[in-house]
């Protein structure tokens, strides 16, 4: 009896069988796969949605003075500090992410310090004072602070920009904010002038750069403002 129909045929069909289950295999996986990019998808942010701050929420008075700057921090504390910064600025973003929380638990929610912020939107940076109307019209709402956090976490995101305000609209919405209100603030310049008188004065007393603070009449940066507050609250 001939043995080469029986071997050729036992042969094609353990082959055929194990190719199908191999294409099966392979169609199951790239199922899981397109699956699996299709959720990783849905949870991204979109092109509008930031990063919310996962800080907690300062615990201390907000406002603003009597010139029109925001403050956090008690109208009495003994020691004030004006910090002149550009929401495009990077040493100004690093600040507010890495020294900021620490000067803010340790100083302005003891009631020691008060904090104000002062615009200094800086001409080279395209988007700093449309970034700096965003979080006035923000306080227009009460989150002032909350904008002035979002806009330093996703400073990446918006600084390029040829156009930001549908940005900044998006982290309005996002915080919770009335969106239209918002951006008929953006739209009609509402802090326009308030900002440009802003960096009026922050030239005037020759600021030399973002992000600086003065404590009793004295300039210092970043790296040398919990020092410079220690040195205040001493003098008290």
């Known amino acids: 009896m001939s043995t080469r129909p029986s071997r050729g045929r036992a042969v094609r069909p353990r082959r055929n069988a194990n190719t199908r289950y191999i294409f099966i295999a392979a169609g ?16 991204q942010p979109s092109a509008l949605e930031g990063r919310t701050p996962d800080l907690t929420p300062i615990n201390a008075p907000t406002g603003r003075t009597a010139d029109g700057y925001y403050f956090k921090g008690q109208e009495s504390a003994p020691v004030v500090v004006v910090e002149y910064a550009d929401f495009q600025c990077p040493a100004c973003a690093q600040y507010a992410s890495r020294i900021a929380p620490s000067i803010d638990a340790q100083y302005v929610e003891t009631g020691q310090v008060r904090m104000i912020y002062h615009e200094m939107p800086l001409r080279q940076h395209a988007n700093a004072f449309p970034a700096a109307e965003a979080a006035r019209c923000a306080g227009d709402q009460n989150a002032f602070w909350q904008m002035h956090d979002m806009l330093f976490l996703n400073q990446a995101q918006w600084q390029s920009l040829a156009q930001p305000a549908g940005q900044f609209a998006g982290y309005a919405a996002q915080i919770g904010l009335d969106r239209a209100a918002f951006e008929r603030c953006m739209s009609d310049g509402t802090h326009r002038s308030a900002i440009q008188a802003a960096q009026a004065e922050a030239d005037a007393l020759q600021i030399p750069g973002t992000p600086t603070f003065i404590i009793n009449g004295q300039q210092y940066d970043a790296g040398q403002i919990q020092q410079a507050i220690d040195a205040a609250l001493a003098g008290q």
């Not at 199951?28 to 949870?43: K, P, Y």
């Open 28 to 43: 199951v996986l790239a199922i899981i796969g397109i699956i699996a990019v299709s959720a990783l998808a849905l949870n």
